[in-house]
Every structure is written in structure tokens, then in C-alpha cells.
């Protein structure tokens, strides 16, 4: 059953109450022979019999649709939730009121109050019998985050005595908020555009892939002598030159460190919520040039990849998954040691591209990054008290202020 019907303990009260006058009116009928006690006694236990009946009824024909649905949208833009409810009782439920409790991140006319990090919700709903009502909730979102509904219940009056009926929802609800962060722009984000030896085809290029040949052309007295194809050149009776493709890397690595040097926790709440906030306008920026990324965050998750990761990609479909990863990063997270991920970082990479680095950094990180440098372009992301902006990363001496947590150990967002 998806419903638990839940009464107040002067409701129960009251039925053993009745219970035992009924019991006491039968035996005085019988010993003194009063029909008309007798006749009150049944009307009496026909009553209880008829509550008990309701009691039993009222949360079996009451159905909730559970289809699975995601909303998506970003902080300030409004949306509807839409809840469909299925009486299958003639029974209606008049005057009642339904409740739920979601994070205080959402926004409605019918949030009630405030405790915490969640928000109790709470507006009028009636039901008629045997009929399909639909609850409308609009609402706005107002950062960045995952909401659910939780603790739904629905009370109304009792249809047969002065009670409330109770009734809660057990089943987990199949409906989910997305929210995904602000994109905060960053200046000099054009530093990104790099131009560096790769393998994504391109029409204008200082780099060529010399196992791909795209033609050929006439000797100029400047082309090597290696580029001559001697094929091409008897067929013509001149010499002729290889045209290779040209290529150049387009991907980018965005790695960041959610810990921060902050010991205030709304201080450490805003450096994060920044930080992520930059990383997607990043992404958006590498979806609009077309270029392929990946992303590292140091948000602690559960396998054998204990960080946030995403394989590299790009496209619409790639940017729309980056966005929900880092809703999903919880607003209060264990972060792993920012050297311990630079390492699994290092791991194995060959091709040359774009790291960005955003975030703080520590003497070891700073240390592991440094070698690096042969691999690509090594950029960072400098915070600013009006906005941020892409740096190249400083040798030889941190860029932010460093951290005192122990390396080798899980911490947390604050300390």
C-alpha cells in the first residue's frame, strides 16, 4: 500500500470509547429487556463498523503517479511540477492540505517555512470521488543543487466523526530537480584557443599529420626534400610535393580543487559555488569553439575513481552531462587531497593539450603540475573580488594561497 494512514491518539481514544458504551448498552438491553437500547446499540456498532470500513478504505483507493520525471533548468527560471493524484473511492476528500518538504533551494508561494537546509511546502487540495485531480506547483530555482520531494502526506477532515485523517507516502518519489550552476563569465577566456600540435583535422594549421596525405601540389624550393612524392612526379613530369593534413589539439582538461583555505563556512559555501559557477561558463565557452574537454573535480564519490570525473567529449550532449555533474556535487562535500587527484591526473597522459586549473593550490600540487609543462599549455583560473580571470600558471611559486590539510588524508570542504 502506498499510502499510511496515520490518526491522533484522541481519535483512537474516542472509537474505544464508543467501543465499550456499545458493549455496556447491549448487556442493559438484554438484562432490563430494552428494545429500544438494543436498537441504539446497533446503530451504535453499525457506526464503528462503518468508521473502521472508511479507516481501511480511504488510503487503498487513493493512487499518486510515480512516473519518472527530471526537470532541468538554472537558477531564476520559473517551472511548474505537476502532480497526479487517481481516486478510485466515491469517497471524496474535502478541505485538506497537502505537504512535503523539499530544499530550501526552491522557491514557491506555497513554501510554508524555513528549517535548515529543507523548506515544508504546504497548499489546499481537494479531492472529489472517483476523479483524477492534478496538483500544479510552480516554482522558481534558486541555486545550484538537486531537489527531490520528500515527506509527502495529505490531511483532511474524517469524513464520518470530527478527525483528521493522516496520510503519508511511503514509496520514494520518482521526480527530480536539476538544478545546474550560474555561468559566471571569465575574462581572457580567448587564452584558451591554443594552438598546439594535436590530432583534430583543421583547414589552416602549423602542425600536419605526415601519415595522412590529402594530395599533392607543384615543388616549391622552399618544401623539404622529404615531402617530394616521386610517384606523382613521374606521372606529371614535375615535381611534386606532399600535402599533409593539418591538424591541431582543440581539448582542453579542466581540474579543480573544491577544498579551500577559508575557515568560514559561508566564505568556504561562496569560493565553491564560484568556482563551479566559472567551470560551467568554462564548458559553455568550449561547446560554443567546438573544442573537446574532460573535467576533474575533487568532490569525493564512491568507486574506484573517488573523484568526479567525465571522459573527454564535446557537443551539446557532453556539455548538457557536465552541468548536471556538477549540480549533483553536494552543497557540503568531502573533498579528496588535490595532489592525490594531480596524480591520477598525470597518470598515463601523452597528448599534448589545454590544462586549466581552477582553484587553490598547495606547495605538493603545485610541485606535481610544474612537470607538466611538456605536455601542453598549463593555464589557471585567478580569483578576483569583482570576477576571475585565465592566467598562465606561475612557475616556481604557488599562485593562491596554500593549504595546511594533510595530503595524504580525506577532508572536508571546511575546516
Not at 553536494?330 to 597522459?349: A, D, I, K, N, W
Request: net charge positive; proline share 5%; hydrophobic share 40%.
Amino acid at each position: 500500500m502506498d499510502w499510511e494512514s496515520v490518526f491522533d491518539v484522541d481519535y483512537s481514544k474516542n472509537k474505544d470509547f464508543l467501543l465499550s458504551i456499545s458493549l455496556l448498552m447491549l448487556v442493559l438491553g438484554v438484562i432490563f429487556q430494552q428494545y429500544w437500547l438494543l436498537a441504539l446499540t446497533v446503530l451504535l456498532i453499525s457506526y464503528i463498523i462503518l468508521n473502521k470500513w472508511y479507516d481501511n478504505v480511504v488510503a487503498k483507493k487513493l493512487k499518486l503517479q510515480n512516473k519518472r520525471q527530471t526537470i532541468r533548468l538554472f537558477p531564476d527560471e520559473e517551472e511548474a511540477m505537476f502532480i497526479v493524484f487517481r481516486n478510485q473511492s466515491f469517497f471524496p476528500y474535502i478541505n485538506g492540505r497537502l505537504r512535503f518538504q523539499m530544499p530550501a533551494k526552491i522557491d514557491s508561494p506555497y513554501k510554508d517555512k524555513t528549517s535548515g537546509q529543507l523548506a515544508d511546502f504546504e497548499l489546499p487540495f481537494s479531492i472529489k470521488g472517483n476523479s483524477n485531480p492534478v496538483v500544479q506547483l510552480p516554482f522558481i530555482a534558486n541555486q545550484r543543487g538537486v531537489a527531490k520531494l520528500t515527506n509527502i502526506s495529505f490531511v483532511f477532515p474524517h469524513l464520518f466523526n470530527f478527525g483528521k485523517v493522516n496520510l503519508q507516502y511511503k514509496p520514494y518519489l520518482n521526480t527530480e530537480i536539476i538544478i545546474y550552476p550560474r555561468l559566471l563569465p571569465v575574462a581572457g577566456a580567448p587564452l584558451i584557443d591554443q594552438v598546439i600540435y594535436g590530432s583534430h583535422r583543421t583547414r589552416i594549421s602549423p602542425f600536419e599529420d605526415v601519415q595522412t596525405i590529402i594530395g599533392t601540389r607543384a615543388y616549391q624550393q622552399s618544401d623539404p626534400f622529404h615531402r617530394i612524392n616521386w610517384n606523382a612526379s613521374m606521372k606529371t613530369t614535375q615535381l611534386q610535393s606532399n600535402v599533409f593534413e593539418p591538424v591541431i589539439d582543440h581539448s582542453i582538461t579542466f581540474i579543480v580543487n573544491l577544498h579551500t583555505s577559508h575557515h568560514q563556512q559561508r566564505e568556504g559555501l561562496l569560493h565553491m559555488e564560484r568556482l563551479l559557477s566559472y567551470t560551467a561558463f568554462l564548458c559553455h565557452y568550449a561547446l560554443e569553439k567546438g573544442f573537446s574537454y574532460e573535467l576533474f573535480i575533487n568532490a569525493r564519490k564512491p568507486g574506484s575513481v573517488p573523484f568526479v570525473h567525465t571522459l573527454a567529449g564535446d557537443g551539446k550532449k557532453h556539455y548538457m552531462h557536465c552541468l548536471e555533474m556538477i549540480a549533483r556535487i553536494h552543497s557540503l562535500p568531502m573533498t579528496v587531497p588535490f595532489g592525490e587527484m594531480l596524480y591520477h591526473v598525470g597518470q598515463g597522459r601523452e597528448r599534448r593539450n589545454t590544462l586549466i586549473i581552477i582553484g587553490e593550490l598547495t606547495e605538493k600540487s603545485h610541485r606535481v603540475i610544474r612537470g607538466w609543462h611538456h605536455f601542453g599549455s598549463v593555464l589557471q583560473l585567478k580569483l578576483f573580488d569583482d570576477g576571475a580571470s585565465i592566467q598562465p600558471l606561475e612557475r616556481g611559486k604557488t599562485a593562491v594561497a596554500t593549504e595546511t590539510t594533510n595530503d595524504n588524508e580525506s577532508v572536508s570542504l571546511y575546516k
